[in-house]
């Protein structure tokens, strides 16, 4: 496994992604809407800054109202995330997607439940 992205909930992901780019130098690799959301990718040469906007209720808008924006989620990419998950299992961490499901840019994903990953919300990620 190794880094993939870091998301990052906001009101703004066209915004947040031309200050990146400003500050930065960060460049868009990929945007799409997805799931209710607004989903920008910004290429950081060994990984992403996943942007998430909400287009409508659900998880995202949730989130940013709980807590504002910032990071949600961190993710490991893997060649395996039937063999990741099943490890996951063997070592009793509790998970939010039993089986992996679509997601972004149209890789397969399943999300970890932060109680049993150091209060982080890791999402595992095969492309």
């Given at each position: 496994?190794?880094?993939?992205?870091?998301?990052i909930a906001t009101d703004?992901?066209?915004?947040?992604?031309?200050?990146?780019?400003?500050?930065?130098?960060?460049?868009?690799?990929?945007?799409?809407?997805?799931?209710?959301?607004?989903?920008?990718?910004?290429?950081?040469?060994?990984?992403?800054?996943?942007?998430?906007?909400?287009?409508e209720e659900g998880t995202?808008?949730?989130?940013?109202?709980?807590?504002?924006?910032?990071?949600?989620?961190?993710?490991?990419?893997?060649?395996?995330?039937?063999?990741?998950?099943?490890?996951?299992?063997?070592?009793d961490v509790a998970l939010?997607?039993?089986?992996?499901?679509?997601?972004?840019?149209?890789?397969?994903?399943?999300?970890?439940?932060?109680?049993?990953?150091?209060?982080?919300?890791?999402?595992?990620?095969?492309?």
């Amino acid at each position: 496994m190794h880094f993939d992205h870091a998301g990052i909930a906001t009101d703004d992901a066209r915004a947040l992604a031309a200050l990146y780019g400003d500050l930065f130098g960060l460049e868009i690799a990929h945007e799409e809407e997805f799931d209710g959301m607004r989903v920008v990718f910004l290429d950081c040469a060994d990984g992403y800054f996943e942007l998430l906007e909400p287009l409508e209720e659900g998880t995202i808008a949730r989130y940013l109202e709980e807590t504002g924006a910032g990071i949600h989620h961190l993710a490991l990419a893997t060649d395996d995330i039937d063999g990741a998950l099943e490890t996951v299992r063997d070592h009793d961490v509790a998970l939010i997607d039993e089986e992996p499901r679509p997601g972004a840019w149209g890789h397969s994903v399943a999300f970890l439940h932060p109680t049993d990953t150091g209060g982080i919300l890791i999402e595992l990620v095969e492309h």
